[in-house]
C-alpha cells in the first residue's frame, strides 16, 4: 500500500484577504476601462461640433490605448491566478473524490495559498489514508487465513481463475488434509491443536518456492497452485505429507493424504478443480494412499453419490427402511436375553442396502437425525416385546446426534408415554463421538440416562481416549472393537492387552462385550478372560426381526410382527 503525501503546510494567507487581493485589481481594471469606454463615446459625440483645435492631442489617445491593454492584461493574469489557485485545486479535489468512490488511491494535491482550500485538502488526504488502510485489512480478512496467515480458499480460487484465464498454460491444484488430526485435538486438547497447524502451516510454506500459493481451505485441510507440472512440488510434498512437528513438548507425527488435479486435463473451471482434487484426497484417505491424482471415474461415482442422497430424502419419508437384529449372548447366564438392533434400507431398486452404503452420506447431510429418530421409534414400538421378554435392545447414535439440540426432547415425549421403556434400551456411542464436543455430549448423554436409558461406548479401542477419561460420561456398558479381540488367540500382547481393557473396564463397575468375535478360538479367549458378553458372527448375523424372533424369544409362538 502507497504511502499518501504528507499534509500541506497551512498558508498565513486568509481566505477574505486572499480575495481582496484577487479582486481588487480586477474592479480597479473594470472601472477603468469602462471610464475609458465613457470617455470615448462622449467624445464621440462631440466630435462632429467641435474644432480640431479643442480635440485632445494624439499623446492622449495613446495614453488611454495603453491604460486599456494595461488592464486587459491585469484582469487576464488576475483570472489566470485564481484558477490556478482557487479553481484548480478545487476541480482536483472533485476528480479525486469521485476516483475515492471507486477505487483509493494515492495522489500528490496542488498547492493554494488559500488556508481554507488547504484544510480541505487535508481533509481528503486524511480520509484517503484511513479508506486505503481499512480496504487492506479488509483484504486481509477476505483472503488470508488468519490462524495460519496463509492464504485462503477464495484467494487460491481467484489466483486459480486468473492462471487458467490469462495463462492458459498446465496448472496442477494439490490439496492434503492432517488425517490424524481429531485423535491430536481428542488429546492434546483444541489450543495445542491449532497450533499443529500453525506449524504445518510455516514448514509447507518453508518447503516450497515462493511461486507456489499455499491456502488453508478448512480444518486441517490445506492446498497448494503449482503453475507448473507437479514434479516441481512432489519432492516438497513428500516431506510435507509425512513429518514430525514439534508443539511445545510433544514431537507429533503428521499422517496426511493429497488429492491432485491438473488444468486442463481434468477440467476449465477453478471450482471443478478445487472439488476434483479434493475428491481424489478423500479416495486417498479411504484407501489410506499417500497422494491420489483425480480420475474421471471418481466424478462418476461423486454424480452417483448425489443421486443418492436425493434417494435417501425419500426413503425416510417413504419410511424404507427396516431393522435387523444381532444377538449377545449372555455369558453369565449362557443365554441370549441382549441384540443390536441395526438399520437396512429397503431400496426399491438396489434391494437390501447395509448401513456402510448409506449412514455416512446421512451423516454429512445431516439427514442421520431423521433416521436416528425412526429408529428410536421403531425400537420404543417394541418395548412392550422387551418387558415380557426381558430383553433389552440397543441401537447406535452419532456424532452429529450428540450435537442435536432438539434430539433430547424428542426422547422425553417418548418417555413420557410409555415410561418403563427406557430401561430396556441401550444408547450406543463411540469414543471419538463422544470427544467431539465432550461437553455438549456429556450434558445430553447425563439427560438421557435420567431419562432411564443406558449408555455404551462402543467400538472402544480405536480411537486415542482413555477409559478412565470416558468415565465422566454416564456410562453403563464397554463394547470392545473386534481390532482388539482379532489376533487375541495367536499373540500373546494381544491377549495381554484384551485382557487388561476387560479388566480396566470390570474395575470402573461397567458390563463388558466384545464385538466381532468370528471363530471359535477367539470366543473361548474371551470366555476366559471373564468377558459379559460376545457379540459376532461366532454367534449370529444380523438377521430379519421374524427370524430373530422365531430363534431367539421366548413364546415365538406369539404372532408379534415388527411395528411399523
Known sequence: MHKPP????RPALGT????????????????????ITFQWLVLGLMNANMPSAALPPATHWLEMLALCIFVAILSLVTSRWIQRMVVQPLQQLSRHAQAMAQQPEPWEPMHSPVREIVELQNSFLSLSRQLQEREHQI??????????GLANRTYLLLALRDRIQRAREPVTIVTWSIDNFDGIQE???????????KKAARKARHLCADHIV?????????????????????????RILQSTVRVRQHALSVEARAGVAHYPAHGHYAEDLLRDADMARQVAVKTRRR???????MAARSA???????ELKAAIADEQFCLHFQPKLNLRTNNINQAEVLIRWNHPERGLIAPGGFIELAEQTGLIRDITRWVLLQVYGLTPLCLRQNLKLSMNLSAIDLEDPDLLQFCKNLHRGRPEGTRHITLEITESAAMKNPDQALELLTGLAELGFQIAIDDYGTGYSSLAYLRRFPVTELKIDRS????????????IILESTIQMGHTMGLVVTTEGVEHDAEFEVVRKLGVDYVQGFWLSRPMPYEEFRLKHLVGNHDQLTQPN
Open 6 to 9: 504528507h499534509p500541506v503546510e
Open 16 to 35: 477574505r484577504r486572499a480575495l481582496v487581493y484577487c479582486l481588487l485589481p480586477l474592479m480597479l481594471g473594470m472601472g477603468a476601462a469602462y471610464w
Open 139 to 148: 483484504r486481509q480478512t477476505a483472503y488470508q487465513d488468519p490462524l495460519t
Open 187 to 197: 488429546v492434546l486438547g483444541h489450543d495445542l491443536a491449532q497450533h499443529l497447524l
Open 214 to 238: 499455499l491456502a488453508r481451505l478448512e480444518g486441517p485441510l490445506f492446498g497448494a497452485l503449482v503453475p507448473s507440472s507437479l514434479y516441481a512440488l512432489k519432492p516438497s510434498l513428500e
Open 291 to 297: 497422494v491420489i491424482e483425480f480420475d474421471q471415474r
Open 304 to 310: 452417483a453419490r448425489i443421486a443418492l442422497i436425493g
Open 484 to 495: 482388539l479381540v482379532q489376533g487375541a488367540d495367536l499373540d500373546a500382547d494381544s491377549q
